[in-house]
T-cell receptor
Framework: GESVGLHLPTLSVQEGDNSIINCAYS??????FIWYKQESGKGPQFIID?????DKRQGQRVTVLLNKTVKHLSLQIAATQPGDSAVYFC??????????FGAGTTVTVRA | GAGVSQSPRYKVAKRGQDVALRCDPI?????LFWYQQALGQGPEFLTY????????KSGLPSDRFFAERPEGSVSTLKIQRTQQEDSAVYLC?????????????FGQGTRLTVV
């Protein structure tokens, strides 16, 4: 079965607002987590990653938070733009060669 | 090329036909992954290559699925005697270093429809 899962399948957000996408994982031994963005008809695109020895990591307009106590991962997008509309996947590393992806959250940005 | 290239982009196969899906990874990338993505779902791991060595094929659904990367660059995923449940997008990804602990670059995928 899947190691990770997302709390909500869809998220609608007003342009300019901040978005928060949540993800729960079940494998307490997971040591690497990654967020991907997938636009319609395209392959997943890397957003940001975090290792288990960190609680927070920031990129350009994005922040990933990791709470190992409750096995929860979140992706925050600041000042959401229309180009952020996509499906967002979290994934964790099951072993040396394998990532386990969740089902995805579809983010729709309202103008 | 600049990114991971997959061909064909779309493939329609009659049930029972064999298909071959090609992946051109980013030049110099050690790792190559194949994933299967069903409609509305996240990608599911199929197999992993480190250079020409297939180190993990635990995700291949059946012995009808076969993958190779003979020279450590281009890879082919072959599906024999296709069935309707094989309909999905097949994604290829590559990364610079060994293992699944760093950013991987995905191709656009091949959408396979079995009729």
């Amino acid at each position: 079965g899947e190691s990770v899962g997302l709390h909500l399948p869809t998220l609608s957000v007003q342009e300019g607002d901040n978005s928060i996408i949540n993800c729960a994982y079940s494998n307490s031994a997971s040591d690497y987590f990654i967020w991907y963005k997938q636009e319609s008809g395209k392959g997943p695109q890397f957003i940001i990653d975090i290792r288990s020895n960190m609680d927070k990591r920031q990129g350009q307009r994005v922040t990933v938070l990791l709470n190992k106590t409750v096995k929860h991962l979140s992706l925050q997008i600041a000042a959401t733009q229309p180009g952020d509309s996509a499906v967002y996947f979290c994934a964790d590393r099951l072993d040396d060669y394998k990532l386990s992806f969740g089902a995805g959250t579809t983010v729709t940005v309202r103008a | 090329g600049a990114g991971v290239s997959q061909s064909p982009r779309y493939k329609v196969a009659k049930r029972g036909q064999d298909v071959a899906l090609r992946c051109d990874p980013i030049s110099g990338h050690v790792s190559l992954f194949w994933y299967q993505q069903a409609l509305g779902q996240g990608p599911e791991f199929l197999t992993y290559f480190q250079n020409e060595a297939q180190l993990d094929k635990s995700g291949l659904p059946s012995d009808r699925f076969f993958a190779e990367r003979p020279e450590g660059s281009v890879s082919t995923l072959k599906i024999q005697r296709t069935q309707q449940e094989d309909s999905a997008v097949y994604l290829c990804a590559s990364s610079l270093v060994a293992g699944a602990n760093t950013e991987a670059f995905f191709g656009q995928g091949t959408r396979l429809t079995v009729v």
